[in-house]
């Protein structure tokens, strides 16, 4: 890192036509990235759904259902019904069948208005967006009035949240980069110091796209991964640039050259980027590796992508701008220069003289919103995150209407060869579909099929929908069905879409608690190391976990119930919420990182921990806060897109940027570090030598090994 920074300074012309090469090839990559993205993936490695997948592709092939309801006339819905069906056989490989009508309602004239017909199309995702569209295309040049077409299905689904997320970043990055310009001025008064920050923003979304698509081409990277990487691109790429800027200048003012200035704001703040960014990459894969399937895989790449290039820009790129920039920065500067010792210094010693009621009041504040978030309403994908203005979901709700939602997300029974491989017996599957019409939470079954190897296949429509209590019920009767069927049923499992929406909602829900407590492990030992203390990383995680607890209650409040302020399904996708409570564990380190590397470097110098808080606090005060008002509006307008799936964690992310800028970094971080003395740094000796010695801010950091020995009031 330093020899990048100090080739950087020595040689700025080559290092930025370095940087804006990597940059534009990979924004170029990037541009392709809509066109490789893969559909998402709610199949659950190793769980019972999956298991019952595997068998039914199998028997029965890779497929995606597409339903497709038709309403009009009888007779005019008849006969359009064949046209539609033989139009979809024609097509390769697909294969549409119309659902026998005794298992569709009439209307209340006893005339049969509506019928179905489910298209088959060859695809390896319940989510392929692709499929549904290559059945639409049919529908559109086929089916004409007085018939009313509606293409439904997790197919169609998929596919709208693909395209309105692709949507939504490019939407939200129109709103945010307006807010971010206006930040930027307000905290340096400069546009030529605020232009570095902002071009650095936009150049590491661009050059993240193409990360992702490098990926993307070897991987299912799902459309989760735009909209993050627009959001972290944007709001990591203008604070690491921030950061150096503002340092640029604190040395400038100093007294030091323009070279000596860059070299040591690229060598201290670099750093502090580097461990930042390091630690959103830690967090990014331990999530990943904490999470089934695809989704998170995504969520992962694009921050990580969106971090490396951020980090790469930064180190490489800022310190040559400063270097060519010189004094030059604070040209056209609107008012005069911020004087240190003045409102954030006193702000510091007031929360230092009373330390216990500061804590205390932040605390209630914060503790308030505890109750909400362990009251936190979670649930799978659902047609409802879509804009209400959606095909999609038009078409969805208006299926659901005319015949059930549970058509929408079947389940699949499917009855395959024993141990011994003796086939399953048509009369004990007969017997078991039966039953199966029998119970009130069904609307109809269909089947049986036989697929290859002997497989049988039961169709079973429940009669709500997937994320319904009633379809949970349903689907624990089902397999406990399954585990009680006679052994002349050969071996049931218990699959299809409904089945892989409940279990990736089980699976999930079960895992967060693990991943809670594997983030604050990764983030503990992480700045163990760093800051060479054992208390203040300590510090550091119970108040991120108090902010992440925080910021979920917000979410909690709304975005769950009948009419969530957010809107939605009133509940809290639990995907979004997966993904989202680890990137929130990753940012909120971000600002305790930068504070807390001042605070050690002030505290090595001087040996006094009042004069750390408050040199530190006042050294990063205005930039912390402008980092975090640029982070917050980036989010905010996130959190102004129509997509529920976006929505949700930009509303959690703006959540823990104010709550961690303000009540914790302002309030509960120095008062605890106050309340804890010169315990704060300590390290034993026995742990200090077997650390590596790394420096953030400083050159070097003193040793503190020895116990905490008493001290005056004033020495602290």
């Known amino acids: 890192m330093i020899r990048v920074t100090a080739w950087s300074v020595r040689r700025p012309w080559r290092a930025l036509a370095v940087w804006a090469l990597v940059t534009v090839s990979l924004a170029a990559l990037g541009s392709q990235l809509p066109g490789h993205l893969a559909s998402t993936s709610i199949e659950v490695p190793g769980s019972s759904s999956a298991r019952a997948g595997e068998v039914d592709r199998r028997a029965f092939g890779a497929r995606s259902e ?36 005794r298992h569709l309602p009439r209307s209340g004239d006893g005339a049969r208005r509506s019928q179905l017909v489910v298209a088959r199309v060859p695809s390896v995702q319940s989510f392929d967006g692709e499929a549904a569209e290559r059945v639409r295309r049919v529908v559109d040049r086929t089916v004409t009035p007085p018939v009313v077409a509606s293409v439904t299905g997790f197919s169609a689904i998929g596919g709208a949240v693909s395209e309105e997320s692709v949507a939504a970043a490019h939407d939200a990055e ?91 704001s690229g ?116 047609v409802r995150t879509l804009p209400s203005d959606t095909r999609a979901r038009l078409d969805t709700e208006t299926t659901a209407r005319a015949i059930g939602p549970g058509w929408i997300a079947p389940a699949r029974i499917l009855a395959a060869p024993g141990p011994q491989g003796r086939p399953p017996s048509p009369p004990a599957v007969d017997q078991l579909r039966q039953e199966l019409r029998s119970d009130p939470a069904v609307q109809a079954v269909l089947g049986p099929e036989r697929g290859r190897d002997g497989v049988l296949a039961l169709t079973v429509i429940p009669k709500r929908a997937a994320n319904d209590p009633e379809t949970d019920a349903l689907l624990r009767t089902l397999r406990a069905r399954a585990r009680e069927a006679p052994a002349e049923a050969g071996q049931v499992s218990v699959g299809g879409v409904a089945a892989q929406l409940a279990d990736y909602r089980r699976v999930l829900s079960a895992r967060l608690p693990v991943l809670i407590a594997a983030l604050s492990v990764v983030a503990l030992l992480a700045l163990i190391v760093v800051l060479r203390a054992l208390v203040v990383p300590l510090i550091s995680i119970v108040l991120n976990l108090i902010t992440v607890t925080a910021s979920l209650g917000v979410l909690a409040l709304v975005s769950t119930g009948e009419d969530p302020l957010l809107g939605g399904a009133g509940f809290a996708d639990i995907l979004a919420l997966f993904g989202m409570f680890a990137i929130v564990f990753a940012l909120s380190l971000d600002y305790q990182v930068f504070i807390l590397a001042r605070m050690r470097e002030s505290f090595d110098h001087t040996g006094r921990l009042d004069l750390a808080i408050t040199q530190s606090i006042d050294a990063t005060g205005r930039v912390i806060t402008g980092a975090a008002a640029i982070m917050g509006g980036v989010f905010l307008a996130f959190m102004a897109t129509k997509l529920q799936t976006v929505r949700q964690p930009g509303a959690g992310l703006v959540t823990a940027v ?49 116990p905490p020995a008493p001290a005056t009031a004033r020495q602290l």
């Open 174 to 264: 129109l709103i945010a980069i307006p807010i971010l310009l206006i930040v930027l001025l307000l905290v340096f008064r400069s546009p030529v110091a605020a232009g570095i920050p902002a071009l650095l923003g936009l150049a590491t979304v661009a050059s993240a796209y193409g990360l992702v698509d490098l990926v993307a081409r070897s991987r299912d990277i799902t459309d989760v991964a735009t909209p993050l990487t627009s959001m972290l691109g944007l709001a990591l790429g203008v604070d690491y640039a921030l950061l150096m800027v503002s340092r640029f200048r604190e040395f400038l003012a100093d007294g030091l050259s323009v070279t000596d200035a860059a070299l040591s």
């Open 66 to 101: 597409v339903p497709v309801l038709l309403t009009g006339p009888p007779a005019q819905v008849a006969k359009q019904r064949l046209a539609l069906t033989a139009a979809l056989d024609a097509l390769p490989v697909v294969r549409a069948s119309a659902v026998p009508g």
């Open 267 to 382: 060598q201290s703040s670099g750093r502090t980027v580097v461990f930042a960014g390091a630690t959103l990459l830690l967090t990014m894969i331990t999530a990943m590796l904490l999470s089934p399937g695809s989704f998170l895989l995504s969520a992962a790449v694009g921050v990580s992508a969106a971090g490396i290039m951020g980090m790469y820009g930064a180190l490489l790129a800022v310190p040559a701008m400063l270097v060519l920039l010189g004094t030059n920065i604070d040209r056209l500067r609107i008012g005069g220069p911020s004087r240190s010792g003045g409102g954030w210094a006193r702000y510091a010693d007031a929360v230092q003289r009373r330390p216990i009621p500061a804590t205390a009041a932040a605390l209630v504040v914060l503790l308030a919103l505890a109750p909400a978030a362990l009251g936190l309403d979670t649930g799978p994908p659902d």
């Open 658 to 706: 104010v709550i961690d800028a303000t009540l914790v970094r302002l309030v509960l971080l120095p008062a605890t570090m106050r309340l804890a003395g010169r315990w704060c740094f300590w390290l034993p000796a026995w742990l200090d030598r077997r650390l590596p010695r790394l420096a953030l801010e400083g050159p070097s950091q003193p040793t503190i090994c020895t």
